[in-house]
């Protein structure tokens, strides 16, 4: 029996994507968590095998908890179900140890196609999403169409938290740092995308589809 948390801060998407799982032989639903730090949480006490994260969610985020979570549970599978469909996100997501990246317009086939996949040892990642990669590998550089490229993974996670309009001191208590540490990512963040304000990065975050104009406060 496959144990399954599913993690996403829509409370009809998370209950939607429960219900179907519960209908799926071998398949046990052991719980659902709205944030990434409800889902950190839940993973302890609940053991799951496959947890389903969203990527955008308010505080911690599929990221962050991705990463968190890996490190902390050696076997965890994580695969990522979101409504991302570009290509920055799947090679940050498998950076922090993601196994499996699905969008959510996929067919609920592709979804027990992946948790399958990933519970065999193999990778699963969604074939837009793949045909993207494949493309951005052979046309290099010149493909780099959002300025968010040029971010590291923890500055990432920042620009994602700063846009949704956290504080400083919410963001640093999230990753566990200091805010000094996180004033020092958000300088470097604006000194690499040519910024000045949390206003132009929210609105930079939107322009290039980064961010979800509902979670923006």
């Known amino acids: 029996m496959t144990k399954i948390l599913v993690v996403d801060d829509h409370d009809l998407v998370r209950m939607g994507i429960v219900r179907m ?22 993973t302890r ?14 505080g911690m985020g599929g990221l962050e908890a991705t990463k968190k979570l890996v490190a902390a549970n050696p076997g965890l599978k994580v695969i990522a179900v979101t409504a991302c469909d570009d290509d920055l996100y799947p090679p940050r997501l498998m950076q922090a140890g993601a196994v499996g990246y699905v969008t959510k317009g996929a067919d ?27 493309l951005r590998r052979y046309s290099g550089a010149a493909h780099q169409e959002s300025p968010f ?25 999230t990753f566990n740092v200091s805010p000094k540490t996180i004033n020092s990512y958000r300088y470097r963040i604006f000194e690499k995308l040519g910024i000045n304000s949390d206003v132009e990065l929210t609105l930079l975050a939107v322009k290039h589809n980064f961010l979800d104009p509902d979670t923006v406060v």
Do not use: H
Not at 22 to 42: F, H, N, P, Q, R
């Open 21 to 42: 799982l519960a209908d799926v032989a071998g398949y046990e639903v052991v719980g659902d968590a709205k944030s990434g730090e409800e889902a950190v949480t839940k």
């Open 45 to 58: 006490a609940l053991k799951p095998d496959v947890i389903l994260m969203d990527v955008k969610m308010p």
């Open 108 to 134: 609920f086939s592709e979804i027990t196609n992946a948790i399958n996949k990933v519970i065999r040892g193999d990778l699963y990642m969604s074939n837009n999403i793949a045909q993207q990669l494949a």
């Open 149 to 173: 490229e040029c971010l590291s993974q923890r500055e990432l996670q920042t620009t994602m938290l700063i846009a949704e309009g956290q504080k400083v001191n919410e963001i640093a208590a």
